[in-house]
């Protein structure tokens, strides 16, 4: 009785408060892999790997849930959470056979965040809470090594005085006020050599710094540090909590589209430490190499060291296969780990581990962020590793991630006539110069202004999140390929060399030093993503490899592994998808290389975009300067043949693909010259007055042209213009179909808002079409029919689609007209609209669909309504934008249409929408 069951289910719930806090420990644990929006991904991991037994310290995790309640009760805690966390307490000591405050023994913990998704070093974590002036003398007796216990205390020191009781750099600082404590102890210490690395302060001088940091605190904030372990726990939840408010993670969460209301978990664990000595040590390792994809254990690792050390780049690491020497036991566990984690979680992991005298210990492991590269290699071979199946693998590829495996590389010849200036670690793959910047507001800043721009500095840290995304690459002196730089790079898709150890930078006078030369701010470097080559000045780039194989022809498939696993990819994907895929193309050439990219057709072909070469320019001004329809129609006669030419390359580049050809749609003012002397010129060409020009020039001029005469309007005030295109479409049409190639041509009108528009220009398209047909005495097959692009025209597409046979939604104009907002103008005011939320994503890059996509779902009913089988399909940039390609096959659309550069996009983009149904 399944009824009774559940009620009786929910009353015995209600009389007890809910579950808060999760345990996990020695092969037991409450929770499990699936509940990451409870736990975080980190407690959730922490509890799955316990689960499978490797070896993770105890501990427990509060849920998310009460990081929603505490955000949403002016930050207070629910009730029952005191008892359940004492609960935990009491259990977590059990397991790690110490007490919490102990005199003798004392129980350490780490006070860890972990969000749904990693946001990487957005949060605060913790370490060695617990300890106080009297643990400490516990912790050094019993491990018998009084610089290990004062070196943990003065890292907790230093991790609670910061993220707990803020002790911060103020404005004006340029250096956190600990490790100022620490740099004047150097120099008190080691007069000739201040930089001296911090494993050689011995017990005493890290005592000596511990006492510092306390009179710091006191400083700072006006209160003592607490030495009561529980306040310290309860200060370290708090500040946990709070940080899922600070800055730099609301603005990773609005980069990457993180929900404010996810909230954080916390994660309370049993400290392992691997600064106890040379048998200790720390490291994060990827399951395969994160930025290319080989099938390799990568990464790297720091001894002597606890973790924070590794991935904030203030040591540079050895790389993780070093330990094969070192550490050979360990080694050869974390092998099997790597093992284990991937037929585990069948993805590539990114995990965390901490080596106690010798002893291994998992602290982490999630879905390793990667390089577009690497995303398409993993997933193609693990398929082949029957790890995965192909829908696994489309479905896993962000598909804006294939951007980057067509993007240019450097030139090989330039390169090697350039001298390489010094080398780093290559962490996120791909060619980029720019100039130098060495702090990351001043590198917004000239991103703002239109420079390309390359963030140079000693390490990154989350602070530098900003300058990072305005980056055309990253470029750091130390810090290995887990340090912050190279992770938030790889995940952005940025290109970053990191731990460039020959770089000195000086951020005083803003220059940068290497093997005897000098760059300064604004200078330009070239980097190397994926060699770790360091340039000067601006190399040149050459295309892609899947590039030089499908379009330049001068590599072969054999010869690019990169290649052939994205072909792979892309015939996974095109088996699943069902929505077909043109290209927005306006030249023959550009046409054969959309082919080569997958287009089954050409979706948008803006005739206008032919009126700018060679000569033809003279005679549209021409057109557009003649006084009347017979002057018209003679410049006319003469742009004819140009089109035509154009017309039947396209067709024959298309092999009987299908092409849609959109007739003249930019205002006329567009074409002609603004500027006196030009008009000069002009006149004397054409054998007229200057005044005429000037003239007409002044005729044509609109206050706003994006709504002014253009589109149809032109076409129906001009009929001569549209008949000349259609004449020059059908022409062209009949030539290719007598050379035996198949002609499918699909005119469209452009900015049709009333019915009467369309049928205008239909039935002159019917006319020339005929006229065409009976002087070449051929048949040919077309088809009319119009963009959506003014709302009028979604809301009354019934009607419309008594004429037209096709839709094509033109998404940037529909989005101009829907929202009301010009799209070269929307820029000095949607950063804040996105700041505010009011708009999540610009509505030019992302369709928005609860409002421009409302529209598109009421003309495709109402077009079907009158017209079943009538053909739909997207040409504006959105049609190359995975959300909105997904959002297009749920509108049922037979076609999308984008520049050829992103057909592979909305290719995978496509598979995926289809997989998901
Ligand atoms: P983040 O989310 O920034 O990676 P973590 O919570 O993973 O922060 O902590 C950062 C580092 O602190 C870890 O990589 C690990 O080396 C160290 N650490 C975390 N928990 C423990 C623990 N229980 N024992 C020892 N070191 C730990
Ligand atoms: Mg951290
Ligand atoms: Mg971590």
């Given at each position: 009785m399944p009824t009774k069951s559940k009620s009786a289910k929910s009353k015995k719930s209600s009389s007890k408060s809910p579950k808060y806090v999760y345990s996990f420990g020695n092969g037991k644990a409450d929770g499990n892999g699936k509940l990451k929006s409870l736990l975080g991904g980190k407690g959730a991991n922490l509890a799955e790997m316990t689960r499978i037994r490797l070896p993770v310290p105890p501990g427990f995790t509060i849920s998310t849930e009460v990081c929603t309640y505490y955000y949403d009760h002016k930050r207070t805690y629910p009730p029952a959470l005191e008892k359940q966390i004492d609960e935990a307490i009491h259990k977590l000591e059990t397991a790690m056979g110490k007490k919490f405050g102990d005199q003798k023994d004392p129980l350490l913990v780490a006070v860890r965040s972990g969000a749904r998704d990693s946001m990487p070093g957005m949060m605060d974590t913790i370490l060695n809470l617990g300890l106080n002036d009297r643990t400490v003398r516990a912790l050094a007796e019993r491990s018998k090594n009084e610089r290990f216990a004062y070196d943990c205390y003065r890292r907790f020191l230093q991790m609670y005085g910061d993220v707990v009781m803020g002790v911060q750099k103020r404005a004006g600082e340029d250096h956190e006020p600990f490790e100022v404590v620490i740099e004047e102890l150097k120099k008190e210490l080691f007069p000739k050599d201040p930089h001296v690395s911090d494993t050689k302060l011995d017990a005493t001088a890290l005592r000596k710094l511990t006492d510092r940091f306390r009179k710091l605190i006191r400083e700072r904030t006006g209160q003592d540090f607490p030495e009561d372990p529980r306040e310290q726990l309860r200060g370290a939840v708090g500040a946990v909590f709070g940080s899922w408010n600070n800055e730099r993670a609301i603005i990773y969460r609005r980069k990457y589209n993180i929900p404010h209301e996810w909230g954080t978990a916390v994660n309370v664990q049993g400290m392992v430490f691997g600064n106890t000595g040379n048998d200790s040590g720390s490291g994060v390792s990827f399951t395969r190499d994160p930025a290319t994809g080989e099938k390799v254990l990568y990464g790297e690792f720091l001894l002597n060291a606890q973790g924070e050390d590794v991935v904030a780049g203030v040591r540079t690491p050895e790389p993780v296969l070093q330990l094969q020497v070192e550490m050979p036991e360990v080694y050869r566990q974390l092998q099997d780990v790597r093992h284990t984690l991937e037929s585990h979680f069948h993805d590539m992991q990114d995990f965390e581990f901490t080596v106690e005298h010798g002893r291994l210990f998992m602290l982490q492991t999630r879905n390793g962020k990667r390089t577009g590269f690497a995303a398409v290699r993993i997933a193609v071979e693990m398929v082949k590793e029957k790890l995965i199946k192909p829908d696994d693998a489309i479905r896993r590829?962000?598909?804006?991630?294939?951007s980057q495996l067509l993007a240019p590389v450097f030139d090989s010849r330039a390169r090697k006539t350039t001298q390489v200036i010094a080398k780093g670690l290559p962490a996120g793959p791909g060619a980029a110069s720019g100039k130098i910047y060495f702090s990351a507001n001043e590198a917004e800043a000239a991103a703002q202004r239109g420079e390309k721009v390359l963030l140079v500095r000693v390490e990154t840290s989350p602070e530098d999140i900003r300058g990072m995304l305005a980056a055309e690459g990253i470029l750091t002196a130390r810090g290995g390929v887990s340090s912050h730089a190279a992770l938030v790079a790889r995940q952005m898709g940025k290109v970053c060399v990191c731990g460039a150890s020959e770089l000195q930078i000086d951020y005083s006078t803003n220059t940068l030093h290497v093997r005897g030369q000098n760059f300064r701010k604004g200078d330009f470097l070239s980097i190397d993503g994926t060699t770790g080559e360091i340039f000067p000045g601006e190399v040149k780039t050459s295309p892609s490899d899947i590039v030089r194989v499908l379009i330049d022809k001068d590599l072969t498939p054999a010869e690019s592994p990169i290649y052939r696993v994205f072909a792979q990819l892309m015939q996974w994907a095109d088996q699943r998808r069902t929505m077909e895929v043109r290209a927005n193309a306006d030249q023959p050439d550009q046409v054969g290389h959309a082919v080569a990219f997958g287009a089954q057709g050409v979706g948008l072909c803006r005739t206008e975009h032919m009126f700018f070469e060679g000569d033809r320019i003279d005679h549209v001004r021409e057109m557009i300067l003649a006084e009347n329809a017979d002057e018209r129609g003679k410049a006319l006669s003469k742009l004819l043949p140009a089109q035509r030419s154009d017309f039947a390359g396209i067709f024959k580049a298309l092999k009987g693909l299908p092409a849609t050809i959109r007739f003249l749609d930019p205002p006329l003012h567009e074409f002609i010259p603004h500027d006196e002397a030009s008009q000069k010129d002009l006149a004397e060409k054409l054998g007229i007055s200057v005044d005429r020009v000037s003239r007409r020039v002044k005729e044509l001029h609109e206050f706003n042209p994006m709504l002014g005469h253009r589109g149809c309007r032109l076409g129906i005030v001009y009929p001569e213009i549209s008949e000349m295109q259609a004449r020059a479409v059908f022409e062209a049409a009949a030539e290719v179909q007598a050379s035996g190639i198949k002609v499918r041509p699909e005119i469209m009108i452009p900015l049709v808002g009333f019915p009467k528009e369309l049928e205008l220009q239909i039935a002159l398209v019917h006319k020339v079409a005929a006229q065409v047909q009976k002087e070449k005495n051929t048949k040919l097959s077309y088809l009319v029919g119009t963009m959506i692009e003014i709302p009028r025209a979604c809301v009354v597409a019934d009607q419309i689609a008594r004429s037209a046979q096709f839709f094509s939604f033109g998404t940037n104009d529909l989005t101009q007209t829907t929202l009301g907002m010009s799209r070269d103008d929307a820029g000095s005011f949607l950063p804040r609209y996105q700041e505010e939320e009011i708009v999540r994503q610009n509505p030019f890059a992302v369709l928005d669909q609860g409002g421009v996509g409302k529209l598109m779902e009421t003309a495709v009913k109402l077009g079907r309504s009158t017209r079943k089988d009538i053909k739909l399909g997207i040409c504006g940039e959105h049609g190359g934008e995975p959300d909105s390609v997904k959002f297009c096959h749920q509108l049922g659309l037979a076609y999308v249409s984008c520049s050829p550069f992103r057909l592979p996009i909305a290719r995978l983009a496509a598979a995926q929408a289809a997989l998901k149904n």
């Open positions: 590829i962000p598909a804006d991630s294939l």
